[in-house]
């Protein structure tokens, strides 16, 4: 995909409850998917890289940017309130035709995990209710990595508004797909402001 900088800020999404580095506006993109505008649709925007330990695979910078409808990028997130905190979910996915799903994408991730705290890691809810991080890239997928502070993926939300939210990414020994299976990190993006942090932004999320 070609790269898209990431700005970091929610403007549309509503008034955040913390403040977060510069991203662009990502709930605008779900008024350009079409329709009604007074549908809000899930919209987003990330980047970041990856390669493997060793250098035993070739580095790939990744920046997707869309709204649900998209024919080339596939986009969905959700906001909840829950007891003691939020449940997040996102996920942003390349892909050739409008329909295709994350496991049909090119590139994508895949975010899901509970939030106790604006500024704090996503993790895992409980033994039933397991957060975790998905990547996809040409040819490979890290099908499952443990998201929290102990874990292989740190997702940081550092921003909530209003149905939308922001934060960053990394990760560290994560196991793809592959026969045998390469271990892999995920960084920032090209235009990152920290090289060592992926970014992302989504709005319009469900409840």
Same mark, same amino acid.
């Given at each position: 995909?070609? =790269?898209?900088?990431?700005?970091?800020?929610?403007?549309?999404?509503?008034?955040?409850?913390?403040?977060?580095? /510069?991203?662009?506006?990502?709930?605008?993109?779900?008024?350009?998917?079409?329709?009604?505008?007074?549908?809000?649709?899930?919209?987003?925007?990330?980047?970041?890289?990856?390669?493997?330990?060793?250098?035993?695979?070739?580095?790939?910078? =990744?920046?997707?940017?869309?709204?649900?409808?998209?024919?080339?990028?596939?986009?969905?997130?959700?906001?909840?309130?829950?007891?003691?905190?939020?449940?997040?979910?996102?996920? &942003?996915?390349? &892909?050739?035709?409008?329909?295709?799903?994350?496991?049909?994408? $090119?590139?994508?991730?895949?975010?899901?995990?509970?939030?106790?705290?604006?500024?704090?890691?996503?993790?895992?809810?409980?033994?039933?209710?397991?957060?975790?991080? $998905?990547?996809?890239?040409?040819?490979?997928?890290?099908?499952?990595?443990?998201?929290?502070?102990?874990?292989?993926? =740190?997702?940081?939300?550092?921003?909530?508004?209003?149905?939308?939210?922001?934060?960053?990414?990394?990760?560290?020994?994560? $196991?793809?797909?592959?026969?045998?299976?390469?271990?892999?990190?995920? $960084?920032?993006?090209?235009?990152?402001?920290?090289?060592?942090?992926?970014?992302?932004?989504?709005?319009?999320?469900? /409840?």
């Amino acid at each position: 995909m070609r =790269h898209l900088p990431l700005v970091l800020a929610l403007a549309a999404c509503g008034s955040p409850t913390s403040n977060a580095p /510069p991203l662009a506006d990502a709930a605008a993109d779900g008024d350009a998917a079409g329709g009604d505008a007074a549908t809000v649709r899930p919209s987003g925007q990330a980047a970041w890289s990856d390669g493997c330990a060793m250098n035993a695979c070739s580095p790939a910078a =990744h920046s997707l940017r869309g709204a649900q409808g998209s024919p080339n990028v596939d986009v969905d997130c959700a906001l909840r309130a829950v007891t003691g905190g939020y449940s997040v979910f996102f996920r &942003i996915a390349a &892909i050739a035709t409008a329909g295709q799903s994350f496991d049909e994408s $090119r590139e994508g991730l895949y975010v899901r995990g509970f939030l106790p705290a604006v500024g704090q890691q996503l993790r895992s809810q409980s033994a039933e209710d397991v957060g975790n991080v $998905r990547v996809r890239g040409n040819g490979w997928e890290v099908r499952v990595a443990a998201l929290g502070p102990s874990s292989p993926c =740190h997702v940081t939300i550092t921003t909530l508004s209003d149905g939308g939210f922001a934060g960053t990414i990394a990760c560290e020994g994560m $196991r793809d797909d592959a026969t045998p299976p390469n271990t892999r990190y995920l $960084r920032g993006g090209t235009a990152a402001l920290n090289p060592s942090l992926g970014e992302f932004v989504m709005g319009g999320c469900s /409840p």
